[in-house]
């Protein structure tokens, strides 16, 4: 007959299983780790964040960014198309993303610092609810456009780049359309800026 002290062992061997079980999977969960957070994404949703690495892509081995189109936060049409002759910086992003929210003031000081090089940045806001983004946007002061894509459908037809799962994600898009660099997960200013960097100084190499 199992004593009860053993009993006891079991019963919180057990406990601690659990506990840990949780941990790992809210380690795992990135932005889907808060249950707040993902209240305005869907319960089917599962959406990660990354650890931030980068990938730069060598000019011969680039694809063109796919011509997605729609409507801003703001209302206004605007297609990947129009920023061709720019570099184009492009995040993905959601309000209810917590990394997300602290890269804001990165992407915003990289964005000014290269608005008059000819450098343009798109905001990307997915699975989101409208009004909730529109007051991201107000309090967090973001000086460029987002297209609204609750749907996920621009996330999609990046697949092949950038898991549509990891939020946030930004991608660098050279001035002919193609996808120069990336970053999976939240980005920092050192990163970005050297990212931005490189491709603006594209321009000046020889062909």
């Not at 806001?125 to 009004?131: G, L, M, R, V």
């Not at 459908?153 to 697949?159: D, I, M, S």
């Amino acid at each position: 007959m199992p004593s009860p002290r053993s009993g006891v062992r079991r019963r919180a061997g057990r406990f601690a299983a659990v506990a840990a079980a949780l941990t790992a999977a809210a380690a795992l969960g990135g932005c889907a780790a808060d249950p707040a957070q993902t209240e305005n994404a869907g319960s089917d949703d599962r959406y990660i964040s990354g650890d931030g690495s980068s990938t730069v892509f060598d000019a011969a081995d680039r694809t063109q960014a796919p011509d997605q189109s729609g409507k801003t936060l703001d209302g206004e049409d605007v297609s990947l198309s129009d920023y061709r002759g720019d570099v184009l910086v492009l995040n993905f992003w959601a309000s209810w993303c917590g990394p997300c929210r602290s890269e804001t003031p990165v992407l915003n000081e990289v964005h000014g610092d290269f608005e008059d090089q000819g450098v343009s940045f798109l905001g990307v806001n997915i699975k989101d609810d409208e009004t909730a983004a529109r007051a991201f946007e107000k309090k967090q002061k973001v000086g460029y456009p987002s297209l609204y894509d609750q749907p996920g459908e621009v996330a999609q037809a990046f697949r092949d780049t950038v898991p549509p799962q990891a939020i946030p994600s930004t991608l660098v898009i050279d001035r002919d359309g193609a996808i120069a660099a990336r970053v999976i997960g939240e980005t920092d200013y050192d990163q970005l800026t050297e990212l931005v960097e490189q491709v603006v100084a594209e321009d000046a190499e020889p062909e």
